[in-house]
């Protein structure tokens, strides 16, 4: 069975510092991934996604993450933390034919002035 | 293109009581779609998903029941309420394909009391 998980429930750094949140999966074939945003009482947003093709995704505000099948990780980075990063992240993993999505249980990002 | 909507936003409702809450999706066709529960410091919960109207799968036992109407409506029901049904939940669609991303709704935040 397919599991996610994320390194740190939450991680805390100062704005302009790199973001770094770590995901790794499990799966027997190299899966569908992505990551989401949940801002609070919101519903998640789709930052990226990996499907296949290039390693490195490029995502929406910045943010961008790198499959290694070797390390099976999916780890999400921004060079420079903004105050409107602040937000639940989670990763995810959907293997090819799958209607569900497995979730990991989420990182909490604060970012401090 | 795409909108997801929930009704209604939020919701405080006696032990015991009755719950309906209502997903529709507009501008796609035969969407699969999900129903998920976040209860504080648990993660997504996957409830229940459907791949066609009248089709529902259920992934966690509980006193909760869904059903699919029509082809863009996804309605989650309970005859009587628990407290452990508190939370926020959320409604997704998503293409069929094997590579399509999945699509949430703004969410219900459910307190029973």
């Known amino acids: 069975a397919q599991s996610v998980t994320q390194l740190g429930s939450h991680v805390s750094v100062s704005e302009g510092a790199l973001v770094l949140l770590r995901c790794n999966y499990s799966s027997s074939v190299p899966p569908y991934l992505f990551w989401y945003v949940q801002y609070p009482n919101q519903g998640l947003q789709l930052l990226l996604k990996y499907t296949t093709g290039a390693t490195l995704v490029k995502g929406i505000n910045g943010f961008e993450a790198e499959f290694k099948k070797s390390e099976t990780s999916f780890h999400l980075t921004k060079p420079s933390a903004h105050m409107s990063d602040a937000a639940e992240y989670f990763c995810a993993v959907r293997q090819g034919g799958s209607e569900k999505l497995v979730f990991g249980k989420g990182t909490k990002l604060t970012v401090n002035p | 293109s795409q909108t997801i909507h929930q009704w209604p936003a939020t919701l405080v409702q006696p032990v015991g009581s009755p719950l309906s809450l209502e997903c529709t999706v507009e501008?796609?066709?035969?969407?699969?779609l999900y129903w998920y529960r976040q209860a504080a410091g648990r993660g997504l919960q996957l409830l229940f998903y459907?791949?066609?109207?009248?089709?529902i799968s259920s992934e966690v036992p509980q006193n909760l029941s869904a059903s699919r109407p029509q082809d863009r409506q996804f309605i989650l029901s309970s005859k009587k309420l628990l407290l452990s049904d508190s939370g926020f939940y959320l409604c997704?669609?998503?293409?069929?394909?094997?590579?399509?991303?999945?699509?949430f709704g703004p969410g219900t935040r459910l307190t029973v009391l």
């Open positions: 459907s791949v066609g109207i009248g089709q």
């Open positions: 501008g796609t066709s035969n969407p699969n």
């Open positions: 997704a669609w998503m293409r069929g394909s094997s590579t399509d991303t999945q699509y």
